[in-house]
């Protein structure tokens, strides 16, 4: 299993968008919640935004009113729209998944839950 994120290395004016996308593939049996985190050079990693399997987000107070989190269920891809950035939107954007897969093997095989990060897509927004 691994998560693939894409739509940012690039440099973006302030007030532009930008729209990140993650995509899961591998042996999946289904996929909890979803979410966009973010490290800014110095900081701790953060939380963006955060969807459930039911389609309930969670934005973080830096990104309410200009980021919006969405999925695809059937494509196991979980996206971020960030409008009006600014340059302390500046980061490396990390996805994250909270993913059912299957372990064992014949009859000791479980359900388990795992969680998987993307490798990171950095967003640059200038001044």
């Known amino acids: 299993v691994q998560l693939q994120a894409s739509g940012g290395g690039g440099l973006v004016q302030a007030g532009g968008f930008l729209r990140l996308s993650c995509a899961a593939s591998?042996?999946?049996?289904?996929?909890?919640?979803m979410a966009w985190y973010r490290q800014a050079p110095g900081n701790q990693r953060e939380l963006v935004a955060a969807?459930?399997?039911?389609?309930?987000?969670t934005v973080a107070d830096s990104g309410k009113g200009r980021f919006t989190i969405s999925r695809d269920n059937a494509k196991n891809t979980v996206y971020l729209q960030m409008n009006s950035l600014k340059p302390e939107d500046t980061a490396v954007y990390y996805c994250?998944?909270?993913?059912?897969?299957?372990?064992?093997?014949?009859?000791?095989?479980?359900?388990?839950?795992?969680?998987?990060w993307g490798q990171g897509t950095l967003v640059t927004v200038s001044s």
């Open positions: 969807i459930t399997d039911s389609g309930t987000t």
């Open positions: 591998g042996k999946i049996i289904g996929i909890n919640d």
């Open positions: 994250n998944a909270e993913i059912l897969v299957l372990r064992g093997l014949g009859f000791s095989r479980e359900l388990t839950s795992e969680t998987y």
